[in-house]
């Protein structure tokens, strides 16, 4: 049984900052891709950051870059994203998936599992 737990949300003041935790189990995902997306009410999930367990690439969408930073941790089987410099617009659920795929990837698509997601609400 595949598992991704998220863990790590919660509610910050606009500037503050957070990590989420994604910790996975049922399977070796050494040779695939984990990666964040988030998806705010009334609006289609988006893709937010990507890894690859071996090697440690790592991508991201255009408008979080330098604000968001995704790391693992591969003998805990865990998966980090360090969100800095928050913004009330990154107010959304944010879910930790995994692609089978032996390329990084941003597309939907790819993921085929998923965690329940953990909530991140952003205050003025």
């Known amino acids: 049984q595949v598992q991704l737990v998220e863990s790590g949300g919660g509610l910050v003041q606009a500037g503050g900052s957070l990590r989420l935790s994604c910790v996975t189990s049922?399977?070796?995902?050494?040779?695939?891709?984990m990666g964040w997306f988030r998806q705010a009410p009334g609006k289609e999930r988006e893709f937010v950051a990507a890894?690859?367990?071996?090697?440690?690439?790592?991508y991201y969408a255009d408008s979080l870059k330098g604000r968001f930073t995704i790391s693992r941790d591969n003998a805990k089987n865990t998966v980090y994203l360090q969100m800095n410099s928050l913004k009330l617009e990154d107010t959304a659920v944010y879910y930790c998936?995994?692609?089978?795929?032996?390329?990084?990837?941003?597309?939907?698509?790819?993921?085929?599992?998923w965690g329940q997601g953990t909530q991140v609400t952003v205050s003025s």
């Open positions: 998936a995994v692609a089978l795929t032996s390329y990084i990837s941003s597309a939907y698509s790819d993921y085929r599992y």
């Open positions: 890894i690859r367990w071996s090697g440690g690439s790592t």
């Open positions: 049922g399977r070796t995902f050494k040779s695939d891709t």
